[in-house]
């Protein structure tokens, strides 16, 4: 029983780390929901709880290599595995319907994706940038989107 409890506590941050890591978690999935709120309204399939979890699930990936005393490139080569599998994940999103001019899923997947990066600043401890990037999505998605559909709209 000794060893169970031993490995358990393996590893376990100090206060301050811990006090860093649930911050940062907790901010990534907060800045994910805020980008999941937009999309969830406007009844996109990703909605708060996908972009919470992708948020949240990058961060972890960059806080454990800091955590674990990884190197700056061995951490970038995290990052840009994480930046070729959340690609996976997007195309998922993507669909082609009958039309061959109609694909939709495209915005949803891309949303995941910057929500993605989102998660690696937070990981990082880069809050503006995280910060500033949840802005300019929430402005692309709500005041641009509707931007466009009324410039459709209007008669020639």
Not at 53 to 81: H, K, N, P, Y
Not at 100 to 123: H, K, N, P, Q, S
Not at 133 to 153: C, E, F, M, P
């Amino acid at each position: 029983m000794e060893i169970f409890l031993a490995e358990l506590v393996t590893g376990l941050p100090d206060e301050a780390q811990m006090a860093r890591i649930i911050i940062r978690m907790t901010a990534a999935a907060l800045l994910g929901a805020v980008v999941g709120f937009q999309r969830e309204r406007m009844g996109k399939s990703a909605g708060i709880r996908t972009h919470m979890l992708v948020a949240l699930a990058t961060t972890l990936f960059v806080v454990a290599c800091l955590e674990s005393g990884m190197s700056q490139s061995d951490l970038s080569r995290v990052i840009q595995g994480l930046a070729a599998g959340i690609g996976f994940i997007g195309a998922g999103a993507i669909l082609k319907l009958r039309d061959d001019r109609e694909i939709i899923g495209l915005t949803t997947a891309a949303g995941i994706w910057m929500t993605a990066a989102i998660g690696v600043a937070v990981g990082l401890g880069r809050w503006g940038s995280a910060a500033l990037g949840v802005i300019l999505t929430w402005v692309i998605l709500s005041i641009i989107a509707q931007l466009k559909y009324r410039l459709q709209k209007e008669p020639d």
